[in-house]
């Protein structure tokens, strides 16, 4: 008979008082394979010439609002090899994606401590997360948003989606400038940086197997 779930034990930790309390798991074998193929591409990554050159920021945000370019671009063939990869994890309509991938560790795992760990990856996948930290508008678009992001990657890079470029290019102008340009490279390293983490979550499941193992990161969460 064919083994329909992957089980688990997930125990969190106290590392203020010492208690444990521990939660059963049981992943369906098809939202299973779907996370261990999610990792599988975010392992693909760290091949690319992008990650190898070290993920930082591009750009800066000044006084005034504007947008500085920092950090030279990366060449054109080194962001189209990352564009390649990400797109199994980053398009929402690809069963891999992030989003679909965080939704399903989300809802697996019933305890409160794991939802906050979760809803905090989601957050920060976010390219509107930034906003905490700064804004970057031009009319009425908010550059460092997720509406901004789509209109870019599926007006410029993935699809050329007509509306989407004219959408944006009403905002920035006939074409993308160098700094808007760099504020979307900076925005997708972010999402990286989110996706590694989530592949290691995935992993941590994988090297638990079925034995009892604590949550990662877990004796933080109090």
Known sequence: MVDMTKPFRV??????????????????????????????????????????????????????GSIRVTRDLPPASRLRELLHVLRPLILQSEPTSYV????????????HLWRGLIKGYARSFRADNSQEFFTAKVDNLMLNSEEALDLWLNGYEYHRDRDKRDRLAASVGSEVTDASRALFVDLLGAKVEAMLEVRDLVRWFERGSVSETEAPGAHRIT
Request: net charge negative.
């Open 11 to 64: 125990t969190f930790s106290n590392q203020a008082t010492g208690s444990t309390e521990s939660v059963s798991v049981d992943i369906p074998a098809d939202e299973w394979q779907l996370l261990l193929d999610f990792a599988s591409y975010a392992d693909q990554l760290e091949t690319t010439e992008f990650l190898r050159a070290g993920i930082s920021d591009h750009c800066e945000i000044t006084v005034d």
């Open 100 to 111: 679909r991938v965080v939704g399903i560790l989300g809802r697996r795992v019933d305890h």
